[in-house]
């Protein structure tokens, strides 16, 4: 419905370009990063002084070609900014009384929908295909029960973490207020009967998936690893997630990709087949801009929902962007009340042109996220952020060693 934009031909201005740099291994063991743009002073060979007298990159300059990953919140870059000693004190509060209580109610329920799916498998071979494994194909009451109980706890642990409620905006008014797959999706009007095979998000937290499993309980893909894991390998395979196998080069085996467009085709077509869910700008940001999309999720020439989440804040960003895992996590139980809003646009139906040019179709569905959304459109990337990263940590140690 919205294949117009195809015929935009103006671009928006992206406040960040995509230089040619390197990837962060490649850098050497000096930091990236300096309070100024001086130079390094220490020379040994007539190279080594031609390398030095260039200037290396000042925050401003970095913060602003890798703006997509930049923190803006009170904790500061990377979450290790000096706070304020209100701040302090309520962090200090929060880890003593918020953060052991959030930390036993989100193992309990873990533990307990791990427990729900182990007794829905019993006596249940899971479907195999191309070292790929899940139940999420199962049917009567074992595929209800995974399904609402894995819908009810998601919502509980976000609770738990602080989002007591989250503002639900839809666009589309033949979906009422949720985009449940099995039940909202099928009933939409005759003369548009296609089901979306794909939902389609933007990417800023480890959070959408919590939220994604509370709205619609779709299949994400995962790395190989995570379907071995205790607890949540049980429940990824049970969620249906398509592994991503790097270690295997085999010819005999499909590339993701493959797997992918099948499973979409199979949620388009079939409306018992479990819907999939894509993040196609492939990493996460800081929430107020939107990476290029990769063509993955629209090869399969099917419709796509498009989902736009948002963390507003006033102290502590969501955002898992130049933050450390455990770091992100720890400051985000102890954050009092947490926030999301969630915008929902009508099921995006490719036109022919589209259908034939997936990059087009990955495009147009990009800008109108961005249109609706109000995010800004970047052309950085994966590679880009991996040296934001590496500066940042850079800048890390030598402040530490000047410190020492």
């Known amino acids: 419905m919205d294949s117009q934009l195809k015929d935009l ?35 040994t060979t007539d190279d080594d002084k031609s390398d030095s007298s260039t200037p290396r990159p ?42 052991p209580l959030r930390v036993v109610l989100a193992t309990t329920v873990v533990v307990l929908y791990y427990l729900i799916c182990r007794v829905c498998t019993l006596f249940m071979a899971p479907n195999r295909e191309d070292e790929q494994e899940d ?15 894995g819908r009810v706890l998601s919502r509980i642990m976000l609770f738990a973490f602080g989002f007591y409620w989250i503002q639900e905006t839809c666009r589309n008014p033949k979906i009422n207020g949720s985009i449940n797959n099995e039940v909202d999706l099928n009933e939409q009007s005759e003369e548009e009967d296609e089901r979306p095979g794909v939902i389609i998000s933007n990417h800023v937290s480890h959070l959408d998936i919590l939220y994604h499993m509370s709205s619609s309980f779709p299949s994400f893909v995962a790395k190989r690893s995570v379907g071995k894991l205790p607890l949540v390998g049980l429940i990824s395979k049970c969620l249906g997630c398509v592994y991503v196998q790097r270690e295997s080069k085999s010819s005999n085996t499909k590339g993701v990709s493959a797997v992918v467009n099948e499973r979409i085709q ?37 419709p796509v929902l498009p ?70 459109m970047s052309d950085i990337g994966l590679a880009e952020k991996r040296v934001y990263h590496a500066a940042l940590n850079g800048r890390l140690t030598v402040l530490h060693e000047k410190d020492d």
């Open 9 to 43: 031909s103006s671009k928006p201005q992206s406040p960040t370009s995509q230089p040619n740099l390197k990837d962060a291994s490649d850098n050497d063991d000096l930091p990236l990063l300096s309070p100024t743009t001086a130079t390094t002073t220490t020379t």
């Open 58 to 99: 000042s925050i401003e300059e970095l913060e602003k070609k890798y703006a997509a990953y930049v923190r803006h919140d009170v904790y500061g870059t990377m979450g290790c900014g000096e706070l304020p000693w209100p701040e302090k004190v309520l962090l200090g509060i929060a880890l003593v009384t918020l953060l």
């Open 135 to 149: 139940y999420a194909h199962m049917g009567g009451w074992r595929r209800t029960v995974l399904y609402w109980s």
């Open 266 to 302: 199979e949620a388009h077509e079939n409306k018992s087949a479990p819907m999939m869910m894509l993040f196609p700008e492939g990493t996460t940001t800081n929430g107020d801009y939107i990476l290029p999309f990769k063509t993955g999720a629209f090869l399969a020439k099917a």
């Open 307 to 376: 989902v736009i989440l948002k963390y507003p804040y006033e102290r502590f960003s969501p955002a898992w962007d130049s933050i450390s895992g455990v770091r992100h996590v720890i400051l985000l139980l102890c954050q009092f009340v947490n926030k999301m809003s969630v915008t929902r646009l009508p099921v995006y139906y490719p036109s022919q042109q589209e259908k034939d040019n997936p990059k087009l179709y990955a495009e147009n569905v990009r800008r109108l996220m961005a249109r609706e959304g109000n995010l800004i």
